[in-house]
């Protein structure tokens, strides 16, 4: 049986951060407050989990079955969809993590493309992508493009074509790039019951221009509050209310970036500003200076 076409992932979706004791070892039990701080706090009803901002590639197998059971269960009756991310480089650890997602009631599944051996083209990817939705095939799959990271430059255009024959739990992309091309050709291309959501929150807007249905992020964490105005003043088509937010997000996180911004920091971020003990993270991540997240959050609090 195929999955439901009714699920369309819309609106904000946040990235998770894992939460991690001093020791660094998973701490489940900051899950459940987390959970209520983004219903709570930012409006924010569903999430991505295990993904880049979780730090899944630093993460073991092990540690991903944990997390996304805990992130499902305390989810579970209170956000739209939990969308778990089950990209690997092994093949069949990835069949492990999807077949494991079925199980614990996950929404959806999402890889990123292998990228130590990396598929040379579309085509390789969408072979390997197959495999992994065929252990979890009533579940929704998602294909997230992240080349920045991956360094595989494949068209997404090109990995989506026809896609729906070969796997047909394709529901998406998550398209974390800046070729607007290519994801406005997504958006022109998909099928109805598709979501495509895109991934570079400084540029949330230009993704909604071309026709994004959603955002994944890992900011909505944190701002998500201010991004669901700037989601409604463009439904409203207020693009001058929607670009006076979209400039915020930009001057915060430009000035988080010359600081040396990536995902460690990003978390202690969240940290300060929710209050959630997240943790340091894990290594190779290393923590940042306190006065550095200092300078971060109060510039936050001076912009927003
Ligand atoms: C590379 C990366 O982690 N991208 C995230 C989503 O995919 C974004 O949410 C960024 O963290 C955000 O746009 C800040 O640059
Ligand atoms: C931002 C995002 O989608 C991720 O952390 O994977």
Redesign the pocket.
Known sequence: MAPAADKKVTGL?A??FTPFTTQGEIDTSVIGPYIDYLLEKQGIKSI?V?????E?MSLTVAERKVLAEEWCQKAKGRMDQVIV?VGCMSVKDSQDLARHAAQIGADGI?V?APFFFKPRTAETLRAFMKEVASAAPNLPFYY?Q?PGLTGVHVNVRDVIEGIEDLIPSFRGV?F?GSDLMDFGQCVSNCQPEWSVLY?V?EQLLAGLAMGAHGA???TYNYIGCHVNKLLSAFEKGDLVQARSIQFKMQELLSYAMKLGFD?GVNKQLMSELSGLSLGPPRLPLTPCPHDRIEQITQKYRTVF
């Open positions: 979706v990235a998770t991505f295990n993904g880049t901002t979780g899944s991310h999402a990123i997230y992240i998550k974390t991934g929150d994944v992020g890992s995902v």
